[in-house]
């Protein structure tokens, strides 16, 4: 399966500052999801990337796909308390196989 | 809502004994996958169902067995438990294949005591 890293594993914010959550590959990867999970809940879509270089939004979320499809990043404008969670991304395939969930980023805001 | 429903929501069993988790897709999914979530942990995934067939196995003990039947709705059988095994267990389901979104249904908490 394509392995995915994620970084940082925790990050505690202050209400107001941004936050970027890392996801990253030794191969190639033929798509890339987000997932968002709050506290006691499942995991929940946010969004897949497919393009290399591809850059979606979403309110105050901004998603990226780098140029090689080997990394992704997931960026956080004015965090709010809302935004607490851990964030997955995972690396989706074109066919069935082992695939894999990052470690995730557990998301602290502080308000 | 995510259209995935599982059942029970909480069980809570002694070592030793046996538990079958059941999954029901989203309508219109062929696609089941099965993970466990350890506390503060992430998203062990354990095997993947498509329209009855399995189709890749993770991390998934022997003493742990699955299948989809053909209305598409899952089962994830959990046998000799230990204390390890207590977790949150979550199944997933999408339209086909690991280039699709997956969408969770609310997990059933597995207390092993």
């Known amino acids: 399966g394509q392995q995915v890293m994620q970084i940082p594993q925790y990050q505690h914010v202050q209400e107001g500052e941004d936050f970027t959550t890392y996801c990253n590959s030794s191969?190639?990867?033929?798509?890339i999801q987000w997932y968002k999970q709050r506290p006691g809940g499942h995991p929940v879509f946010l969004i897949q990337?497919?393009?290399?270089?591809e850059v979606k939004k979403q309110k105050r979320l901004t998603f990226q796909f780098g140029e090689a499809k080997k990394n992704s990043s997931l960026h956080i404008t004015a965090t709010q308390t809302t935004d607490v969670g851990t964030y997955f991304c995972?690396?989706?395939?074109?066919?069935?196989?082992?695939?894999?969930f990052g470690q995730g980023t557990i998301l602290t805001v502080h308000p | 809502d995510s259209g995935v429903t599982q059942t029970p929501k909480h069980l809570i069993t002694a070592t030793g004994q046996r538990v079958t988790l059941r999954c029901s897709p989203r309508?219109?999914?062929?696609?089941v996958y099965w993970y466990q979530q350890s506390l503060d942990q992430g998203l062990q995934f354990l095997i993947q169902?498509?329209?009855?067939?399995?189709?890749a196995k993770g991390n998934i003990l022997e003493r742990f067995s699955a299948q989809q039947f053909p209305d598409l709705h899952s089962e994830l059988n959990l046998s000799s438990l230990e204390l390890g095994d207590s977790a949150l267990y979550f199944c997933?389901?999408?339209?086909?294949?690991?280039?699709?979104?997956?969408?969770f249904g609310p997990g059933t908490r597995l207390t092993v005591t």
């Open positions: 191969t190639t990867l033929s798509n």
């Open positions: 309508s219109g999914d062929l696609s």
């Open positions: 990337l497919v393009k290399s270089g």
């Open positions: 169902y498509y329209n009855g067939e399995e189709r």
């Open positions: 997933a389901s999408s339209v086909g294949g690991g280039a699709y979104e997956q969408y």
């Open positions: 995972r690396s989706g395939g074109t066919s069935y196989g082992k695939l894999t």
